[in-house]
């Protein structure tokens, strides 16, 4: 059994900057995220929610700062051990906007096919994980079927099973539901209600408010490539203080 102490914070970003060339993304982001929290970042497109996500778990390479997730701290530019970038994003699962399952797979094949491959579980051990996980989603009569006979909502909700399926820390949505029609995305929705009742650390963006207000714990609004604004969620929704949160209120809830 691991008696090794819960970090104070599931996720810690320090100065995280991210440029494209001379373009700045977002700058100088400090953010922790406690275990079990539920942290909903919203704001207007190109404000770098989603590239700030994928830094966390080095899908992107941050310019500068640190992050560390889960114990595992990783400063940008330098160089960390292979080893060690890997130990970071097994800890962190990632569900992304279009699914981006393996088409030739079976859906179990797609949730076993990692943890044979980087966990190094057995095709038997693996695949026993896998339906668990399936069945968890409300996908267990899909396993033999592939991505392309599954409904959005559906291949949607296998890729949060292939997430779960690595064991990680911290879950990262990035818009989960934005390529869904908005019925078939409360499906996943509800999927992902299930796992904060359960104490799953999650940071996920977003853009349905109702989500954001009635299931995050904490609301972080993005602007520029700055955040502009955190804290409660029902008190940001219907009293924020930034006027960029006030314009992007308006916007989506017609307001």
Do not use: W
């Not at 995220?33 to 700030?52: F, H, N, Q, R």
């Not at 992304?96 to 491959?117: E, G, K, Y």
């Not at 650390?201 to 955190?230: C, W, Y």
Request: charged share 25%; glycine share 8%; aromatic share 4%.
């Amino acid at each position: 059994m691991d008696a090794s102490p819960r970090p104070q914070y599931m996720v810690s970003l320090r100065g995280v900057s991210k440029n494209y060339g001379q373009r700045t993304i977002f700058s100088g982001i400090d953010l922790d995220v406690a275990p079990g929290e539920v942290m909903a970042i919203i704001g207007p497109s190109g404000a770098g929610k989603s590239t700030l996500l994928r830094c966390i778990n080095l899908l992107e390479e941050p310019t500068s700062g640190q992050i560390t997730v889960a114990g595992h701290t990783i400063q940008a530019g330098q160089n960390a051990p292979r080893r060690e970038v890997e130990a970071l994003r097994r800890k962190a699962g990632m569900v992304f906007q279009h699914f981006n399952l393996f088409p030739h797979m079976t859906v179990l094949d797609n949730v076993s096919f990692a943890q044979v491959r980087v966990l190094k579980r057995s095709r038997e051990e693996a695949n026993k994980r896998s339906l668990a996980l399936l069945d968890r989603v409300g996908l267990a009569d899909f396993a033999g079927s592939y991505p392309a006979r599954c409904s959005g909502g559906q291949q949607q909700r296998i890729a949060i099973a292939r997430a779960l399926a690595m064991d990680p820390e911290v879950m990262l949505f990035d818009e989960p539901t934005s390529a869904l029609d908005p019925e078939v995305g409360l499906e996943v929705l509800a999927v992902m209600k299930e796992l904060a009742r359960e104490g799953m650390t999650m940071m996920i963006v977003t853009h349905e408010m109702g989500f954001a207000r009635d299931v995050s714990d904490t609301l972080v609004v993005m602007a520029d490539g700055q955040i502009i604004e955190r804290g409660d969620p029902r008190r940001i929704l219907s009293e924020p203080v930034h006027d960029r949160t006030k314009l992007f209120l308006r916007a989506v809830l017609g307001r």
